[in-house]
């Protein structure tokens, strides 16, 4: 077997080098990061129920990099205590939890959308990645911290920077071998940058959770926390006990709310941004989904909880995109004891698996004409008959996303409010140059033009 450079891989055009590769090699390759740090790369799903129906931890060498920002959260636990924050934030994730923030993301939403109303006069093609990513760290704030509807105040805006600037310096940390070591890496300018900004994110988590257990404090507040419409993610971790009535500790609360603010808003970003660029691409899906919504709506102007049931075409067309453009393209694990493949190979406890879940969903033995955007693969027959590892957008087995009810819902109101309110149309001077990084985006954004469409939608 020939072992591959990560290095080679860090560059653009690298992830069809990794489908190309998993031609050749039907199960699995070792990859290198570095001259010190190998990995077996899997995208076959027997391979990949071997490793991921279990719990291992995830593989230190990477996500310890994760640490001095997210703290050991849901992320980076593993053990025992994974297990205990686990079942102390499922509640957190829970249907009734979830449905009032249905309105939050219209909200968040609409205010994208007149905001690309004016660009869209310009009648100039635009990057929709950054004012994607704006409004999905706003949905997430409102419903991590509960800000009202009156958007983010000065404060919150810097934790807004120095969340995008964080997910950035990470990345380019993980691509720089010379700052993999901490000790220099905390002397240069750049490791000083990421310092300065987690001490900022840091600074803001701390100040909203001081803020909210004063409040918790004082009977009045504590009433009108109770009568509020809707509990936020910080009142569930406040609320949260363990069976013997023990709370999360201070540091356990931030890494906690670090980490869903890091996992939840990039993610959604990419998953969102790389399907309107589907839309715009495939224009008969776009049409198709666009009467879907349209019908559900009616006359209304913002969608409820019961609308999100009956996007079927919508939904399919969502899943369809997230296996084309998974927004996390690898995954990363340490054996905590051997495996056994269905080949009869195996690897000893230990070792560094990376699932590449990009590879894994352009894999042609499990998706026949992989490269082709069918929504049809979605369809509760197709799913029923197909590997159930085969699609992995959030992972899956015991340390799967906690978050995806969330994600989808977020996904299914802003693109189908999105639809509702522009046609999407590429620029051909513009493709995107795809690139993996912590999450898969583009080198040079996600041009769209968009025309602005006025379909009684109250507008």
């Not at 860090?10 to 570095?34: E, N, R």
């Not at 691509?175 to 220099?184: L, P, T």
């Amino acid at each position: 077997m020939k072992s591959l450079g990560v290095l080679q891989i860090q560059k653009t055009g690298s992830l069809d080098k990794v489908v190309s590769w998993a031609h050749q090699f039907p199960y699995a390759h070792p990859l290198w990061l570095g001259q010190f740090l190998g990995f077996l790369n899997i995208y076959e799903p027997d391979y990949a129920k071997a490793v991921y129906s279990r719990g291992d931890p995830k593989a230190a060498d990477v996500y310890d990099f994760f640490l001095q920002w997210i703290g050991k959260g849901l992320l980076v636990l593993h053990g025992p205590k994974w297990y205990e924050h686990r079942k102390l934030l499922t509640p957190g994730f829970h249907y009734d939890v979830l449905k009032p923030y249905v309105a939050v993301f219209n909200n968040s939403t609409h205010a994208m959308l007149d905001k690309w109303e004016e660009k869209a006069r310009e009648d100039k093609s635009f990057d929709i990645f950054c004012d994607v990513g704006h409004m999905a760290l706003d949905s997430l704030m409102k419903c991590t911290f509960g800000k009202g509807n009156s958007g983010l105040s000065h404060r919150d805006n810097s934790y807004y920077l120095a969340v995008s600037d964080l997910t950035l310096l990470m990345q380019q940390r993980i691509e720089s071998f010379q700052y993999h070591n901490d000790f220099i890496y905390w002397l240069t300018p750049h490791g000083r940058r990421f310092l300065r900004a987690c001490q900022a994110a840091h600074d803001h988590t701390d100040q909203v959770i001081r803020e909210r257990k004063a409040a918790l404090q004082d009977e009045k507040e504590q009433e009108k926390i109770q009568n509020r419409r809707h509990l936020d993610f910080l009142d569930i971790l406040l609320g949260a006990r363990d069976e013997s009535g023990i709370k999360l500790s201070d540091a356990e609360l931030r890494a906690e709310v670090d980490t869903f603010m890091f996992e939840g808003h990039d993610t959604t970003t990419s998953g969102i941004s790389w399907f309107l660029y589907c839309m715009a691409l495939y224009p008969e899906h776009q049409s198709r989904c666009r009467e879907e919504v349209c019908e559900i709506l009616g006359d209304r102007d913002s969608f409820q909880w019961d609308d999100l049931g009956k996007m079927t075409y919508l939904t399919m067309c969502i899943k369809e995109s997230l296996r084309l453009y998974p927004p996390v393209p690898q995954v990363y694990r340490q054996l905590s004891k051997p495996v056994n493949f269905v080949d009869g190979r195996s690897l000893p406890a230990g070792s560094l698996i990376s699932l590449h879940i990009y590879a894994l969903h352009r894999n042609s033995s499990v998706w026949p004409d992989s490269e082709v955007f069918d929504p049809l693969r979605f369809t509760p027959e197709n799913v029923a008959t197909r590997h159930p590892f085969a699609f992995m957008p959030f992972s899956a087995g015991p340390r799967n996303c906690i978050g995806q009810q969330f994600a989808m819902n977020e996904m299914k109101v802003v693109t189908a409010l999105c639809l509702l309110r522009f046609e999407f149309a590429l620029d051909p001077l513009q493709p995107p140059i795809r690139m993996p990084q912590l999450i898969l985006r583009s080198k040079n954004g996600i041009h769209l033009r968009l025309k602005p469409l006025h379909l009684g939608s109250g507008k």
